[in-house]
């Protein structure tokens, strides 16, 4: 089981860097994104404009590589034919999934490296990092936060056509709604019980905990357990949708391109 994870986690990140449009996603956009975001908070006068500026533009580049990549690997797979060899192969359908995933998302995970190389070398800024445990911590956290809330996202896609359109559905409402760019208490009082179900809005909370200078334990503590709680509910929905999903596959057989 190790050894297909680990290989399926190589074959799919020299995949996904293959593609013209993940390498946009991993390199171009982030650069583009720290650019604009720093012209958005030029005159904020806000204190936190740098972590804004820095982990906003890498944790877009993040979600954007995942939603081009880890839910779109449903349609190309489908589209080459191959998903329903995969989904009745001897090695389970969901270990695959779960290692291309982590794969995407691992190397996803370098938009956040080259957005703080992007704001150093155009804007002179640096994030300041005072507790680098708490940081590499609350890291480790919003990587795992992102894995477990593309694997269901993924399964549903099993079930559409429509993948390309789900994709560009999910990337901006959710940067949005999870605060990547700006607080959320900007945004309309109706959607905060949307972001608050949605795992990468807490991630995003608990790495902007860990940059300050005097840790808030009470909070970092809340913040940590929805992050943990939210995690286990997201794979509780993946064992779901995986038994619903495989019962309605094997029996009305819709992996195939056409209906």
Not at 3 to 29: D, G, Y
Not at 77 to 88: A, E, H, K
Not at 154 to 176: A, C, F, H, Q
Not at 191 to 196: D, K
């Amino acid at each position: 089981m190790i050894h297909v994870i680990w290989e399926t986690i190589k074959v799919q990140m020299k995949n996904s860097w293959a593609r013209p449009m993940f390498r946009f996603t991993l390199v171009a956009s982030p650069v583009l994104n720290t650019v604009l975001i720093y012209e958005m908070f030029l005159h904020s006068g806000r204190h936190d404009a740098t972590s804004y500026i820095i982990l906003g533009s890498g944790l877009m580049g993040l979600w954007s590589s995942i939603c081009f990549s880890s839910i779109g690997d449903i349609a190309r797979d489908r589209y080459m034919g191959v998903l329903p060899f995969l989904f009745t192969s001897p090695s389970n359908y969901n270990l695959l999934i779960v290692a291309k995933t982590i794969g995407n998302t691992v190397l996803a995970s370098l938009t956040l490296v080259i957005s703080a190389v992007t704001a150093a070398g155009l804007f002179r800024l640096t994030l300041q990092i005072p507790h680098p445990g708490l940081f590499i911590a609350a890291l480790l956290v919003t990587i795992a936060g992102f894995i477990a809330i593309s694997i269901p996202i993924s399964y549903l896609m099993l079930l559409s056509r429509k993948t390309g359109l789900y994709m560009n559905v999910l990337d901006i409402p959710v940067t949005l709604l999870c605060g990547f760019v700006f607080p959320l208490s900007m945004l309309p009082s109706w959607t905060r019980p949307i972001s608050a179900v949605l795992v990468p809005t807490w991630s995003t909370r608990l790495l902007q905990l860990s940059l300050r200078i005097t840790p808030d334990w009470p909070a970092w503590r809340t913040t940590l357990l929805w992050n943990g709680g939210l995690i286990v509910v997201y794979v509780g929905l993946t064992a779901l949708f995986w038994r619903v999903i495989e019962h309605r596959v094997r029996q009305q057989a819709t992996l195939e391109v056409n209906e």
